[in-house]
């Protein structure tokens, strides 16, 4: 019996991600005189990697289905617009739940709209979703001219620098929408649609699975967390402007092929991007604390994804 019987390939990569996260751990660790494993290094590694990860969930499904969201970082960038205003200038008397539960029905919004010119127009994934980038920045553009809106309350500052016992809040927020996400993926209907969808569209459409519904829920789940995203980085800047974030556009990507999402889809785990996302956080934050330049650490995330392409391609037979 071939050893893939006992255990999956996603499995293996799991485990050789895990590998790789303790080894630079323990480099990182040893280069940096053991800073890296102080408190406040920890915590900042905590502080910093919710953003990207939200991020990198919403990349994810897009790309199990076998397609992409360019548009995660305008929506989100948009959305933190619509919440700062409605804080700093609209409605101030009113608390930050409000500009909160407003940038998210905006974000669904979006998302319905992704949802439409994918699932129901059947645009290619990648021109629907750049032609809706160029447009929400360019909405988002109009709205502030450019400016930076700034000088939010107390309380929606708490979600990106405040913390509970120590921990993050924007920390606690990624981990409770990472199980959010692993039982969705894993344990739910839509979860097995979506991946017979992103493996083979015909022969799910055959089994009787609703191919657009599929689609237009994957994307109007992809927004939502690009919203939920912008939560996080406008409390964590506590500003917000329209070219925010845009470099983390392609660290999605990054995070979710090293992470094991395949390009064409229907494949991919949520473990696995935790892990990629905190790998290149660690060697962010190493690099950080040794003094290196920040594309310095940039190129030795290319090296590091394309060393596990190259392990995939040798040892798992996987494209």
């Known amino acids: 019996m071939r050893k893939s019987s006992f255990f999956k390939i996603g499995d293996i990569q799991i485990v050789v991600l895990l590998f790789l996260l303790v080894g630079l751990f323990l480099l990182m660790s040893f280069l940096t ?98 032609g809706l980038m160029i447009f929400i920045r360019g909405v988002s553009l109009v709205i502030t001219r450019g400016y930076v809106i700034a000088g939010f309350p107390v309380d929606f500052l708490f979600i990106g620098n405040g913390t509970v016992l120590g921990i993050p809040t924007s920390f606690l927020v990624f981990a409770a929408f990472t199980i959010f996400m692993y039982i969705l993926f894993s344990r739910t209907r839509f979860g097995l649609e979506l991946y017979l969808f992103g493996s083979n569209p015909v022969a799910t459409l055959f089994s009787g699975v609703d191919n657009r519904k599929v689609v237009f829920r994957t994307y109007l789940l992809s927004s939502f967390l690009a919203g939920v995203a912008s939560c996080v980085m406008a409390s964590r800047f506590n500003a917000a402007q329209a070219d925010y974030g845009e470099s983390y556009l392609l660290l999605t990507v990054l995070a979710c092929v090293l992470g094991g999402v395949s390009p064409s889809g229907g494949s991919g785990r949520v473990m696995g991007i935790v892990i990629s996302v905190a790998i290149l956080q660690v060697v962010a934050t190493g690099f950080n604390l040794l003094g290196f330049s ?26």
């Open 294 to 319: 920040s594309h310095l650490a940039s190129a030795l995330w290319g090296t590091i994804l394309l060393g596990v392409v190259l392990l995939n391609r040798l040892f798992l037979g996987k494209n």
């Open 33 to 130: 005189r053991g800073k890296l494993l102080e408190f406040q290094s920890l915590q900042a590694v905590a502080f910093q990697l919710p953003l990207l990860g939200l991020l990198t969930l919403a990349q994810m499904g897009p790309m199990v289905s076998g397609g992409i969201d360019l548009s995660i970082i305008a929506t989100a960038n948009l959305v933190s617009i619509i919440m700062a205003l409605s804080m700093t200038r609209f409605f101030p008397s009113l608390h930050a739940p409000f500009a909160i539960l407003l940038g998210l029905l905006l974000a669904l919004l979006l998302g319905v709209v992704k949802g439409f010119f994918v699932a129901l127009v059947s645009v290619p994934a990648i021109i629907a979703t750049l």
